[in-house]
């Protein structure tokens, strides 16, 4: 159980254009939704926290108008990265908690190449 | 202090040795110490977990040490595998559904 689905697994567009991240918990209700970041050899870097039906908090330095997150239902969270451009190019992974619970189940992660 | 240390950064061990992985926390409120294995291209998944109220924990080659007076806890591998080899992170939460602290990283490459 507590089985954590991203689409897509990677992503290659143009700078300029606009890419939504999909993040679902396929087993479980995800009261609470985690998008990080993640450089090569690098540690997460935690983005946002969303929960459902409410608008997400995002961290301190993250552009909250160009990284929209919408947590629209209990299984599912997606990550809009706007007006993309070369330096947003990352891995991005989201995780989900199911409610008053320490463990945070990951998704697989995206890449995200922006040329 | 919000961060969680993480040490070594790099770590070679032969296949059968013992891999130990270190964290040390200043923030007394962590109170759930998991740590993640992670393969190339791949998210995180969730290896072991501690809460303070215990000083040792389990689960199969793996084992969790807590020393809440020095704020430290330590992953240790028991006869490691080459498939083992990955990058572990460490991490502490404060509350329950809450955001987790990420340590560095450390890159375990386990020699046959």
């Known amino acids: 159980g507590a089985v954590v689905s991203q689409h897509p697994s990677w992503v290659i567009c143009k700078s300029g254009t606009s890419v939504k991240i999909e993040c679902r918990s396929l087993d479980f209700q995800a009261t609470t939704m985690f998008w990080y970041r993640q450089f090569p050899k690098q540690s997460l870097m935690l983005m946002a926290t969303?929960?459902?039906?409410?608008?997400?908090?995002?961290e301190q330095g993250v552009e909250k108008d160009k990284f929209l997150i919408n947590h629209a239902s209990l299984t599912l969270s997606t990550l809009t990265v706007t007006s993309a451009h070369p330096e947003d190019s990352s891995f991005y992974i989201c995780?989900?908690?199911?409610?008053?619970?320490?463990?945070?189940?990951f998704g697989p992660g995206t890449r995200l190449t922006v040329t | 202090q919000q961060q969680v240390k993480q040490s070594p950064q790099s770590l070679i061990v032969q296949k059968g040795g013992i891999s130990i992985i270190n964290c040390a926390y200043e923030?007394?409120?962590?109170?759930?110490f998991p740590w993640y294995q992670q393969f190339p291209g791949k998210g995180p998944a969730l290896l072991i977990a501690i809460r303070p109220d215990v000083s040792e924990k389990k689960e199969g080659r793996f084992t969790i040490s807590f020393n809440k007076s020095a704020k430290q806890f330590s992953l240790h591998i028991m006869d490691s595998q080459p498939g083992d080899s990955a990058t572990y992170f460490c991490a502490a939460s404060e509350y329950q559904g809450g955001k987790l602290i990420f340590g560095q990283g450390t890159e375990l490459s386990v020699k046959p």
């Open positions: 923030n007394t409120a962590f109170d759930y």
């Open positions: 995780s989900a908690s199911r409610g008053r619970v320490y463990e945070q189940y």
């Open positions: 969303s929960n459902e039906g409410s608008k997400a908090t995002y």
